[in-house]
Every structure is written in C-alpha cells, then in structure tokens.
C-alpha cells in the first residue's frame, strides 16, 4: 500500500481517538440529563488555556498542568449544571439550548477579554515515531493513547460501578430512579462533572496540537456534534465508532484532497446520513 | 431480610393536578402481613402506593412506617428505610443485564455491602434468573421480567414490598406463575401490600384486604370473608 496513503490511514485513526472524547461527554450529558451542552467546545478551549497559562506563564510542568485541567474542567461542569441547566431542566429544549449556547459566547468572549485573539502556542512537541515505513507524530500517537485510556476508564466506571450503572439505567427510565434509592440530581451533578472532566482531558490533548485562541472551539466543536448525531445522540458506542469513521474520512480526504476540502466531504456525508439514517448510523 | 415494620395511612389524600383521586383513604399493614388493595380500574390503587413511596406526595392525612413520618422524605430515601416498590408494567431497564437490574436495586448506600449475598438470595429464589443473569432484560419473556422486577426490589432488602398489579399484562399461565412468586416471597416471611384487580387471585395470597373505590375504601376485611362477601362475589369474582 502507498505509505502515505497508510500515513493517512493511521492519522485518521488518530484524529479519531482525540474526536472520541468530546463525543463521549456530550452523549454521556444528553444521555442522562437530556440536555445538549452547546458550549462544549468551549469548555475545552477554557482548559486548554488553563493549560498554556500554568505552563508557560505561571512555569508549572506539563504534567502537573494537565492534572490541573482535568478537575478544573470537572468543577466548570458542575458549575454550568447548577447555574445554568438546572434552573431550565423543566423548560422546552429550545431553551436549554439557547442557554448553553449563550455560555458558548460568554466563554469567548470572556477569553477574549483575558488572553486577547492572540494564537498561544504550547511549543511542545514529541519527536515523530517510525511506525513500518510511516512516520506519525509522536505528539498525536501520545494524544491516542490517552483518548483511549480515557475512554476505557470511562466504560469501566460505566460498566462496573454502582453509580456508573444507574447512569446507564437513568439515561431510560428516569421516572422510576427514585424508586431504587436514586437521586436524579445527585446522578445529573455526577455526570456534569464527568463531561467536564473529559473536556479536561480533551482541552489536555488538543492544546499540544493545535494553537489556543478564543475561537478555537469551532475547529472542532461543530465536527463533534456532528459525529453525536450520527453515532446516535446519546449513543456512546456508536459516537465512539462514528469518531473513527470521521476521523478516516477527514484524514483520507485531506490526503487526496486538501484538509479544507475533507471536511466538505466529511459534512456531506452526514448529511447523506441525515437522509437516510436520522436516527444515526449505529443505532439499532 | 430484616424484620418488618408497620405502615399506617389515615385520611389521605392525594392527586394529580387538579384531579383528586384519593378521598381520605387510611390502611395499615403490620409486620409480617400480606395485605391486598383490590378494586376496578381508576380506583386509586396506583396512585396509593405512589403515594406510599414517595412519588407523589399526599395533600392532606398521615404517612407512618415504623412510627416515621414518611411524606416530608423525598422519595429516593424511602429504600434506604426499607420500602420497596415493583412499579406498574414492572419498569425494568430492558438494556441491561438481569444481573445489572439487581444491581441498580442494590444503589442504596446500605445495600451495597450486602449485594451478593442478596443476590444468590434471589438467584436461589428465582434460579431462572441465575440462568439469564447475563442476559439483557428487556429480552425476557413477562414472567421472568416479573422475577427481575422483584428480585431487584429484593436487593434493597426491603422490610416492606409493595407490589403493583403484578399480574398485569400477562397471559393467564404466566398469571399463575406470578402469583406463585408472591406466594414464596409470603414464605419468606416478608411483609407485603399487593394491588390488584385480579381479586379472586389475590385474596388466596393476602391476609387480609381492602377494596377501593373511586378513591375510598368501600370495604375490608379477612381474606376469607371478603371472598364470601356477596357483594364482592357479585362485583369482582364473579359469583352470585
């Protein structure tokens, strides 16, 4: 096979891997608490600022910077459900959109105000792997590696805790919770922090490979609602397989293409998956 | 299972919205009872065990279980005091495993440390589900999801279980099977309010009932004698 062609395989498998993780918060957070978090993005954005500002402003290591991120996140999260979601649980859908995608402007506008429009870069760079006869980034196979771990520990909290289980059982049957000694609103502030805290791990990932700026949450905010919806809303296996699938399709596309040109064919293929299968491409 | 408790109710009231459906109904059920509420459709039975449990909260009259007042507790307290409910249409979640049901039974924080002991309780009460433990709920057929449902009400180690209409919605074989389930857990020892509109059913398995009617107890008694009771025999078991 055309090495580069593999080179841009396995790039899409990796961008995958980093695409998973917002997926994963923004369906585990429409899954139990039945709300969209249109600020997600931005969220990462404010982690990924966290990040850049303990490193290289306040000379924190790296990696103490990332474990700050992630609670940071975490606690973001809380704060969106109680001050925001919370109020409008009742209220029609339209609403809760239009609130959380109110906090989206607040937070760029907010970052704007503090950091200015300015490109911050990290300015870290692992040295690039020889995987056979390609080369990858050592910065993204990194980034892969703990998208997944993140994912596994996630499925593993999900699958084998007791409140991991009434997460998935609630995302059902709300009504019926109290009943087994469940407090909604005690399972919607755990998974609120969680979401946060993927967007942490998420903000972790992205800030040594793209440049933070108050606007950065377009260049991946709009592609990972789009994989939600076509995994399934609310679908964790299906938006984590979707992210593959549109990480290939915008890594591929860009090899043949150019990287503009891929994400016309990646946002023309969800709408072909919109005509044809509305309620998402792995949903039974 | 730890030792019962007694429920007490008095001139409770209760709705939806405008809509009452409940005119001051009072009952007791006493440590180690089983006690039906049978009655037509629209009688209030549902709504009286939503009220016992918390779901719905009564606008006037009293709540007790074991001398405690039950309605200024929200409702996901209530299995942690020993109170389980099998909702209506059994409310499993269908996505997950039987085993996985159970567990969900067991989230209260006082149940967790007991969860396996609890479960090959159950397993050895309904050795059917030990055999689908693995397998999602949602495919079973209605007798076994009946099972689930009471073993997973089981796992809170409840002193008092409160069933409703066990035996809706399923065949007449299955009926049979689902009241021979009540009848083991009777065995067992544990305390039980049962509402139902299979009357002639439910008065061979309960000590004693009530009957309700448009949200009043119109009448109670023995088992035994309401089951000779003309009036009961003309309206619900069908005799003369």
New interface residues.
């Given amino acids: 096979m055309d090495p580069f062609l593999l080179e841009a395989l396995l790039n899409g498998v990796l961008l995958g891997g980093v695409f998973a993780l917002p997926v994963l918060g923004l369906n585990l957070i429409f899954g139990v608490v039945d709300v969209i978090w249109l600020c997600y993005a931005e969220l990462v954005m404010v982690g990924m600022y966290a990040v850049w500002f303990l490193y290289t402003q306040a000379g924190w290591p790296l990696f103490l910077a990332f474990a700050i991120c992630l609670p940071l996140v975490a606690l973001l999260g809380i704060l969106l459900h109680l001050l925001v979601v919370r109020p409008l649980l009742s209220a029609p859908p339209i609403n809760q959109v239009l609130a959380t995608g109110g906090v989206l402007f607040v937070l760029q506008g907010a970052a704007t105000l503090v950091f200015s429009t300015e490109f911050r870069s990290l300015g870290v760079e692992m040295p690039p792997m020889e995987l056979g006869e390609v080369f990858v980034s050592g910065t993204k196979l990194a980034a892969f590696v703990a998208a997944l771990v993140g994912a596994a520990v996630l499925w593993a909290f999900l699958k084998f805790t007791?409140v991991g289980?009434?997460i998935?059982?609630i995302a059902?049957?709300r009504?019926?919770?109290?009943?087994?000694?469940?407090?909604?609103r005690r399972i919607y502030l755990i998974a609120s922090a969680a979401g946060g805290a993927l967007a942490g791990l998420a903000a972790c990932l992205l800030v040594v490979q793209l440049d933070v700026h108050p606007f950065v949450g377009l260049s991946f905010g709009p592609i990972t609602f789009m994989i939600c919806v076509m995994g399934g809303l609310g679908n964790m296996l299906g938006g984590f397989l979707a992210a593959f699938l549109m990480g290939l399709i915008v890594s591929v596309g860009g090899f043949y293409g150019s990287t503009d040109l891929s994400y016309v064919v990646a946002f023309l293929f969800f709408i072909l998956v919109m005509f044809f299968r509305p309620q998402g491409l792995f949903t039974r | 299972m730890s030792a019962g408790a007694r429920l007490e109710l008095s001139g409770i009231q209760a709705g939806y919205g405008d809509f009452q459906a409940l005119f001051g109904v009072g009952l007791h059920v006493e440590p180690g009872e089983a006690v039906g509420v049978v009655g037509p459709n629209g009688a209030g039975k549902t709504t009286l065990l939503r009220v016992i449990s918390g779901l719905i909260r009564p606008t006037a009259g009293t709540l007790r279980f074991d001398g405690q007042d039950l309605a200024v507790l929200p409702a996901h307290e209530l299995p942690g005091l020993g109170i389980a409910h099998v909702p209506e249409n059994r409310r499993l979640f269908p996505h997950l495993t039987v085993e996985e049901n159970l567990k969900v039974g067991a989230y209260t924080p006082s149940a967790r440390p007991h969860f396996r002991q609890r479960r090959d309780y159950v397993y050895t009460l309904f050795p059917r589900l030990k055999q689908r433990r693995h397998q999602l709920a949602g495919t079973m057929s209605g007798g076994e999801q009946q099972m689930c449902a009471i073993g997973r009400a089981l796992m809170s180690g409840p002193r008092i279980l409160l069933l409703d209409e066990p035996s809706a919605g399923l065949a007449p074989l299955v009926v049979q099977q689902v009241f021979e389930l009540v009848r083991r857990i009777r065995q067992e020892g544990l305390t039980v309010l049962i509402v139902e509109q299979n009357v002639a059913q439910v008065l061979r398995v309960v000590d004693r009932a009530y009957v309700l009617e448009t949200g009043r107890v119109a009448a109670e008694g023995s088992s035994a004698a309401l089951a000779e009771d003309p009036a009961i025999r003309r309206s619900y078991l069908g005799g003369h």
């Fill in positions: 007791y289980t009434a998935r059982a059902r049957d009504e019926v919770m109290p009943l087994m000694g469940v407090d909604p």
